[in-house]
Structures are given as structure tokens and as C-alpha cells.
């Protein structure tokens, strides 16, 4: 592979006698920001760290544009990352912070106020990491991501702490990023937001690959598009579309029909003469089909 | 946090310099994290009132024994109802702690070299600081992330921490040269720091000072808990100097009775320490000084070793 996609092929973690993660394939493509879905424990965390040469895989190979990120020169010039449970020196500032890594990877220190600027940290770059709040450590990490501008950016649940406007603003940044042409996957279990950020999405449970697909591909694949229909006479129209379908009531009256699309609701009403009042496609958002994905996958292990 | 907030970065990239000597690029880093945290001065004071008090504690004590040494008008009187040979060994002390040279080179080697005891104390713990605190603040992750080879963060490290020692015990000896210097300039003596065995003195103290960091930075290499750490560390130190010999006499008495057990001490970290410091054999049967150097290197070496290899394989989490 010779674009900055990451390829995740068989890979296993055991942990004693948990399989963290269980024989786990799939792809991201650059260009585009990818969201790793998954319940609490499914792995998600795991299997970024195993990408990025924190964690031992058990089984199986990752890589960045075609290598290992342990064989990448100076990879944060190439791969900017996110974890949970990476943290500062509480007694050293932000900005100090950022030196030490501008350091090792023989970035000019200068750089350090750069990407504090981006993160909007600037007022509180000297002041020491004891006192930031959550959301300014997050911004202090997604400051230390930016640090040798990456063409892959991996980030482990980077809404965490935010106040609204800062995930609004770590919305538009990813996807500008996204934009660029770089390599952005996000893992996350807020759904709506992800549904609003991501083009793709890798949905994991229990260590394993549930879905992966483009965000209207996971939709659809949970089954098609949910009608609901209004009319004065559902039992006419129910019957005559026949046995492919599912119908259930729902409040108010109204009808909601898997398994047929409009116009054949359409063409069995005038068939047998009943009358429409409501005919609406009901989007299925992703929160639905996740949860119906990973419904029963999702417990403690 | 009412900061405003910054448009995303504009579709212009910037080029970002390459700077740094690669080998040292490491190192830099690594004195960067070890100057940006308190720890750093908070250990120098406390190495430099260690200083001088020892300073204080030596002067006074060397000011008597020269003042001894100079008085003249002492005379050899033995005890009644010795033995020739209990009078001759008396005869032999008094000659000593009359001598005056003899007394000057061993206030000098006392005094150049004071707050040693806290001082190798200090330096170890701030090595196995250095390493431990990536793991207490959870910065092994950015570190990593920042060099994947693992091994070449251990040495970079290293270099960081022998370079400490020696900023420690420079700092230190300055301070107890111009202390001595005024000490011995007052009492109109030389300060002897001619004589070999006070320059021995002064170079072995530089040796013990970047053992002792190399050995705490080994245990905290080998023992990632920081607590865990320096715990060990202050066991393996303070415990050796108080109970160390005392463990190996009770051995030598009841259960083995060989010479060569007193001489096995020198495996205790500062025992080694105090073989490779005394200028005279710290008891008859002790090891010489250069058996000292190497248990210390040795113990550190192997701490190190496995150590790496443990870092080499363990998940950052």
C-alpha cells in the first residue's frame, strides 16, 4: 500500500484467557474520516495501541501506509495520536510538554506554540498540567497529535471532556483534516456525533469486526428503509402487500413497514382503494443499527 | 475555559525543520523533562544543605584534631599496667593524631568531600526518578509514540542521568572546595590538595556518584512502579550502610566460618560503595577498591539488562 492508508489484518490480543481482540481485519482509507465504533471493552483502545506499536499483538499485523509504525522514521511526523491514559508531568507546562516531544522527534521547539495556537491552549500554555481541566488535556493532546503535522491522525475517543463548542470544533478540524487529504480514524461511542463526522465506520464487538462499510452502507445493511404509513384502513393494505413485509403499529395510528419501499406502498393503497394520508421514509440513524448490531455482544467479558 | 476558539489549520502545510543531532536528539529531551518539573532543584537544595551540614559537621571536627596535632606541648604518657605490646600500638596512635601532615590529608579528604553519604542518596533516587516518572505521569505513551525504539529511549536516559551525577557532584565539590580552601587558609595549613590520597579521595567520590545514579536508574528500569522503586532503592542504600556488614559478621560467626564471607560483603551495593571510597581498607578483609567499582557497575548492568528487555516486550497501557 503506498497511500497513508492503515491496514489491520488478523489481529490478535490475548489477555490471559480474555480475547480482547479476535482475529480483527479491516481498512482505512485516507481522505476520509473513519469512526471505530464499538461497546465499552470491545476492544477499541486495544487494538489502536497494537497499531501503534504500544501493545504486543498476540497474532496478526498492522501498518501505516505499508510499514510498521515501528519501522516509520520519526513517526510523529507521520502518524499524530490520541490515547486515553497518556498524560504530562502534572508539574510541567503545556508548553514544556510539547518541547520535550519536539525534542526526541527533532522538531523545531517553535512548533510547540504553533499547535497550541490550533488547539486554541495559547493562554494557558505556561501554566502547569496539574491545573488544566479535562477538556484542556484533551486539547493539549490533540495539540501534541498536530505536533509533527501527520498525514494519519489516530484518535482514541477525542470528544472526551469537550464542552459543546469544543466538539463542534473538533468536528470541523478532523474533517478539514479529512479534507487535506490525510488519514483520520476516530474511535467513539457517541453515536450522533459520529454519524455527523464520520464517512466510514468500523463497528467492533467482543473483539471481533461486526460492520464496515461507508455510514449509509452500515444503515442499509441492517435491513432496508422503514416506512411509516397513515391510512384509515391498515388491515386492507397490510394484506395486500403480502408476506414480505413487516408491519407494526406505532403511536397514533400510524404504520411502520420494513421490507417496502414507497411507491409499492403507493401501488398497493390505489390497488385496493385506500386512502394515504402520511407516507414518510423513516431514516434509521447509526445509533439504531449499532445497537442492533452489537445487540447481546456488549457484555462484560 | 473561555479561550476562543481557532479556525482549522488553513490547506497550507507547514514545513517543519528537521533539527537535532539524531544521537543526541534523545538526550536533549530527556534533560528538557528533567529541568521543566520541580524535582530537579528541589533535589539540589536539598543536596546542598546536605552539603553543608556535612561541611559544618567535618570542619568542626577536623579543627580539633589539627589543633590537637599542632600542640606541642602533648607528651606520650602510657597507662599503667600495659603490656609492651598494648604500650607500642598507644605509643603508635599518639604518632598519628600528633602527625600533623598525616592529619591535614585526612581532614582534606573529609572536607572536599563532604555531603557524600546524602548526596549518592539523592543522585540514586533521582535516577530511578527519571525512568519511574513515565510511568507514574503516564507519559510512556507520548514518549513511545515519540521513539518506538524503546531501547534507544533507555539510553538516551542513561546518558541524561550520568550527566546529572556529574552536575550533582560538581556542584557539590565546588562548594566544599571553597568552603575548605577558606578552612585551611585560616588555619595557615596547606590544603593539601597535592597529596594523592585526598585527590584519590575526590575522584572516587566522582565515580560513586555516577554509580549510584547508573544503579537507581537500573532499578527503576527493572522495578516501573515509583513507589516500588525508591522504596528498594532507600532499602538498598541507607539498609546497606546500617545492617550490611553486621548481617555478614553474624554469618561469618554461626554459620561459615571463612574470611572470605567478610570479604563477600562487597556484593552489598554500598558496601561496595565504602571498599571503593576508603583509602585504607575499611576492615582487614576487605575486598580491594576496584572489586567495588565493578559489583556496583555489575548490579546496575544487570538491573539495566533486564530491565530493557522487560520494556522491550511490555504493553503501554
Redesign the interface.
Known amino acids: 500500500m503506498a497511500d497513508d492508508g492503515i491496514a489491520v489484518s488478523g489481529l490478535t490480543k490475548l489477555y490471559k484467557n480474555v480475547r480482547a481482540v479476535d482475529d480483527l481485519s479491516f481498512t482505512v482509507s485516507p481522505g476520509r474520516v473513519t469512526g471505530f465504533l464499538g461497546p465499552n471493552g470491545a476492544g477499541k483502545?486495544?487494538t489502536l495501541?497494537m497499531v501503534?506499536?504500544?501493545?504486543?499483538p498476540t497474532a496478526g499485523t498492522t501498518t501505516i501506509g505499508g510499514r510498521r509504525?515501528?519501522d516509520?522514521t520519526?513517526?510523529?511526523?507521520k502518524v499524530g495520536?490520541l490515547?486515553e491514559?497518556?498524560?504530562?508531568?502534572?508539574?510541567?507546562?503545556g508548553r514544556?510538554?510539547l518541547?520535550?516531544?519536539c525534542?526526541?522527534?527533532?522538531?523545531?521547539v517553535s512548533?510547540a506554540d504553533?499547535v497550541l495556537?490550533?488547539v486554541?491552549?495559547?493562554?494557558?500554555a505556561d501554566r502547569k498540567f496539574k491545573g488544566y481541566?479535562l477538556?484542556?488535556r484533551q486539547r493539549l493532546g490533540i495539540a501534541?497529535a498536530l505536533l509533527?503535522?501527520p498525514d494519519v491522525l489516530i484518535l482514541d475517543e477525542p470528544a472526551n471532556g469537550l464542552d459543546p463548542?469544543?466538539i463542534r470544533?473538533m468536528r470541523?478540524?478532523l474533517?478539514?483534516?479529512a479534507?487535506?487529504g490525510r488519514t483520520v480514524l476516530v474511535s467513539s461511542h457517541l453515536l450522533s456525533e459520529m454519524e455527523l463526522l464520520a464517512d466510514d465506520v468500523v463497528i467492533i464487538a467482543a473483539g471481533k469486526l461486526v460492520q464496515q462499510g461507508t455510514v449509509a452502507e452500515v444503515i442499509d445493511s441492517a435491513g432496508g428503509a422503514q416506512m411509516l404509513v397513515r391510512t384509515p384502513r391498515p388491515e386492507a393494505l397490510v394484506a395486500e402487500l403480502g408476506a414480505g413485509i413487516t408491519a407494526t403499529p406505532v403511536e397514533g395510528g400510524a404504520l411502520r413497514i420494513v421490507g417496502a419501499d414507497g411507491p409499492t406502498i403507493g401501488a398497493a393503497a390505489l390497488r385496493v382503494g385506500a386512502e394515504i394520508h402520511e407516507l414518510t421514509v423513516e431514516r434509521r440513524d447509526l445509533e439504531n443499527v449499532f445497537l442492533q448490531l452489537t445487540a447481546g455482544k456488549a457484555d462484560i467479558r | 475555559?473561555s479561550?476562543?476558539?481557532?479556525a482549522?489549520?488553513a490547506?497550507t502545510?507547514?514545513v517543519?525543520?528537521?533539527?537535532?543531532i539524531?544521537g543526541l536528539?534523545?538526550v536533549?529531551?530527556e534533560i528538557?523533562?528533567i529541568t521543566?518539573?520541580?524535582?530537579w532543584w528541589l533535589f539540589g537544595i536539598a543536596a546542598l544543605v546536605f552539603t553543608g551540614l556535612a561541611l559544618f559537621i567535618n570542619m568542626s571536627e577536623a579543627a580539633q584534631h589539627l589543633d590537637r596535632a599542632r600542640d606541642t606541648t602533648a607528651v606520650f604518657r602510657p597507662g599503667r599496667g600495659l603490656g609492651a605490646a598494648e604500650i607500642a600500638a598507644a605509643r603508635a596512635e599518639f604518632a598519628q593524631l600528633h602527625d600533623l601532615h598525616l592529619q591535614s590529608v585526612n581532614a582534606a579528604g573529609n572536607i572536599f568531600t563532604s555531603g557524600q553519604f546524602f548526596g549518592l542518596l539523592l543522585v540514586m533516587l533521582l535516577g530511578t526518578l527519571v525512568i519511574t516518572?513515565e510511568f507514574q505521569?503516564?507519559?510512556a505513551?507520548?514518549?513511545?509514540?515519540?521513539?518506538?525504539?524503546r531501547t534507544r529511549v533507555v539510553f538516551?536516559k542513561l546518558v541524561a542521568v550520568l550527566g546529572l551525577g556529574f552536575v550533582f557532584w560538581l556542584v557539590s565539590r565546588a562548594v566544599s572546595f571553597a568552603a575548605g580552601l577558606i578552612f585551611f587558609d585560616n588555619l595557615g595549613l596547606t590544603n593539601s590538595l597535592g597529596e594523592w590520597p585526598v585527590q584519590r579521595a575526590i575522584i572516587f567520590n566522582l565515580v560513586a556518584y555516577l554509580l549510584w545514579a547508573l544503579l537507581g536508574f537500573g532499578l527503576g528500569t527493572l522495578m516501573n512502579s515509583q513507589i516500588g522503586a525508591v522504596v528498594t532503592s532507600m532499602i538498598i542504600y541507607l539498609g546497606g550502610f546500617v545492617g550490611g556488614i553486621g548481617v555478614f559478621n553474624l554469618i561469618r560467626n554461626f554459620l561459615i566460618h571463612g574470611d572470605w564471607v567478610l570479604t563477600s560483603a562487597v556484593v552489598m551495593p554500598s558496601i561496595a560503595s565504602q571498599v571503593m571510597v576508603s583509602p585504607e581498607k575499611m576492615y582487614p578483609q576487605a575486598a580491594p577498591w576496584w572489586v567495588g567499582v565493578l559489583v556496583l557497575t555489575g548490579w546496575s548492568l544487570v538491573a539495566g539488562a533486564i530491565g530493557i528487555v522487560i520494556n522491550r516486550?511490555r504493553?503501554?497501557?
Open positions: 483502545t486495544t495501541r501503534l506499536n504500544l501493545v504486543r509504525y515501528a516509520l520519526d513517526p510523529i511526523r495520536a490515547l491514559a497518556s498524560g504530562a508531568h502534572r508539574g510541567r507546562t514544556n510538554h518541547r520535550v516531544l525534542d526526541a522527534a527533532g522538531i523545531p512548533r504553533d495556537a490550533t486554541g491552549l495559547t493562554p494557558a481541566s477538556g484542556m501534541a509533527g503535522d463548542e469544543g470544533w470541523d478540524l474533517k478539514s483534516l479534507d487535506e | 475555559m479561550a476562543t476558539l481557532q482549522p489549520p490547506t502545510r507547514p517543519i525543520a528537521h533539527v537535532g539524531p536528539r534523545l536533549r529531551s528538557r523533562k521543566t518539573t520541580n524535582a516518572n505521569y503516564q507519559t505513551t507520548a514518549t513511545f509514540l515519540t521513539t518506538p525504539q538516551g516486550r504493553d503501554i497501557a
